[in-house]
């Protein structure tokens, strides 16, 4: 079964870079969620997506954004990169508002900021 | 405000006995929990889920016990594989006005040992 897709797997940026994370959520799956995880610490919820609009807004810093597609997928666009923006990005997607019975997680990708 | 806690960041069971992770919340309006399990360099996958209403339930070597009263749930696996080592995080599941939310606790990393 075709599962959450996520690119790049691994990503290394300089400070003040930007940086594009994509996700490719499981087909029919209309809600995409975005969670950042940095070393030792719990997954923490950005933002999310509910048929192409913001659903609902975690803590996501000004600097970055994110959007929908018409086709469901959705981009993280991290701009102004920090030292601090290293961590494990995942993506995940469920049917309907919310997720009645949770979400479906990609592997995530690794943003390493040098 | 930490809403999900889990209070031990680790824990190391021998092959064959029963591991315990337990994960206490404050919110009583949480109306379902669910059990995350995550490899390194993978996404969290779902394991196994606990309705508000109940107070367990069973999914092969896995049980979650769900105690509203003193806002704690546990999850009990038995016995308890190498394959089993990884990070589960208690995730309960916010539900407001038919949108969903799910909160992520610290996790708590499993080591089996052989």
């Known amino acids: 079964a075709a599962g959450v897709i996520q690119s790049p797997r691994h990503l290394i940026k300089e400070k003040r870079e930007t940086a594009t994370l994509k996700c490719y959520p499981i087909p029919r799956h209309d809600t995409v969620y975005w969670y950042q995880q940095g070393p030792g610490q719990d997954p923490q919820f950005l933002i999310s997506f509910y048929e192409k609009m913001q659903s609902d807004k975690g803590s996501i810093p000004d600097r970055f954004s994110a959007q929908q597609f018409s086709d469901y997928h959705s981009e993280l666009n991290m701009s102004s990169l920090e030292l601090g923006d290293s961590a494990l990005y995942f993506c995940?997607?469920?049917?309907?508002?919310?997720?009645?019975?949770?979400?479906?997680f990609g592997s995530g990708t690794r943003l390493t900021v040098v | 405000d930490q809403q999900v806690k889990q209070n031990s960041p680790s824990l190391s069971v021998q092959e064959g006995r029963i591991s315990i992770l337990n994960c206490d919340y404050t919110?009583?309006?949480?109306?379902?929990f669910l059990w995350y399990k995550k490899y390194p360099a993978e996404g969290p996958t779902f394991l196994i889920s606990?309705?508000?209403?109940?107070d367990k339930n069973e999914d092969g070597r896995f049980t979650v016990f769900l105690n509203k009263s003193a806002k704690h749930l546990s999850l009990h696996i038995v016995p308890s594989q190498p394959g089993d080592s990884a990070v589960y995080f208690c995730?309960?599941?916010?539900?407001?006005?038919?949108?969903?939310?799910?909160?992520f606790g610290t996790g708590t990393r499993l080591k089996v040992l052989a």
């Open positions: 995940a997607s469920s049917l309907g508002r919310g997720g009645r019975y949770g979400y479906t």
């Open positions: 606990i309705s508000s209403i109940k």
């Open positions: 919110n009583s309006m949480f109306d379902y």
């Open positions: 995730a309960p599941r916010q539900n407001r006005r038919g949108t969903y939310k799910y909160i």
